[in-house]
Structure formats: structure tokens, C-alpha cells
Nanobody
């Protein structure tokens, strides 16, 4: 199983920005299509964004498109999620994951290997 480390989450005021990072050891992330997901308290894990391993085509949740940007730096073996204009409803634990098979938009299509990073957006 791929071991992933998410980082960058913290408390931020509404309207602010954060960049989350996802790194891995022992595995080359550029070989994987990657996804970011989030899970708010009491809610199911939901798709945020994805980026294909070949070509870098990106996919976004319709509700987040325009505020969030996924990117990857293969030289640093990392994937990022830039989040702008943050809202209190963006408060959640954010996870990165490697795509296995199926729909890019479903968490069941991915393998999760990290503890997540917590983002809290205050009013």
C-alpha cells in the first residue's frame, strides 16, 4: 500500500488561501493518477479534485471548480491542492489518494494511505 503524507492544513479565516501538499516515500507519484478528497464531521468523504498521471488532465468537483486547483510536481514527488476564497463549509480533513480503477469522482476508486490534514475555516 502506498504511504502518503498530507500537510498544509491549518486554521484560516474565510476568504483566505491555503496550499495543501501530498508526498510519498518509496513510490513515484507521477506513475499514478491522484485525487484529493475531503471529509467534514458527520459527512461522507467527497471528491475534490483529480489529476491524471499522463498528460496532467485535471478534474474538479463542480461545486469547487474555480476556487481550488490541483497540480503536481514530479521532481518533488508531490501533489498539491491550492485553495482560494475559502469558506467555512470547506472545513474538513483533506486526503490525497492514488487512483486504482473506476470513476475518478468516487472515493471507492482510490487507495488512501495517509492520515489527512485538517483545514478549519473560521468566519
Amino acid at each position: 500500500q502506498v504511504q502518503l503524507v498530507e500537510s498544509g492544513g491549518r486554521l484560516v479565516q474565510a476568504g483566505g488561501s491555503l496550499r495543501l501538499s501530498c508526498s510519498a516515500s518509496g513510490v513515484i507519484l507521477r506513475a499514478y493518477t491522484m485525487g484529493w478528497f475531503r471529509q467534514a464531521p458527520g459527512k461522507e468523504r467527497e471528491f475534490v479534485a483529480g489529476i491524471e498521471w499522463r498528460g496532467g488532465t485535471t478534474y474538479y468537483s463542480d461545486s469547487l471548480k474555480g476556487r481550488f486547483t490541483i497540480s503536481r510536481d514530479d521532481a518533488k514527488n508531490s501533489v498539491y491542492l491550492q485553495m482560494n476564497s475559502l469558506k467555512p463549509e470547506d472545513t474538513a480533513v483533506y486526503y490525497c489518494a492514488t487512483f486504482v480503477e473506476g470513476s475518478y469522482y468516487q472515493p471507492t476508486s482510490y487507495a488512501f494511505g495517509g492520515q489527512g490534514t485538517e483545514v478549519t475555516v473560521s468566519t
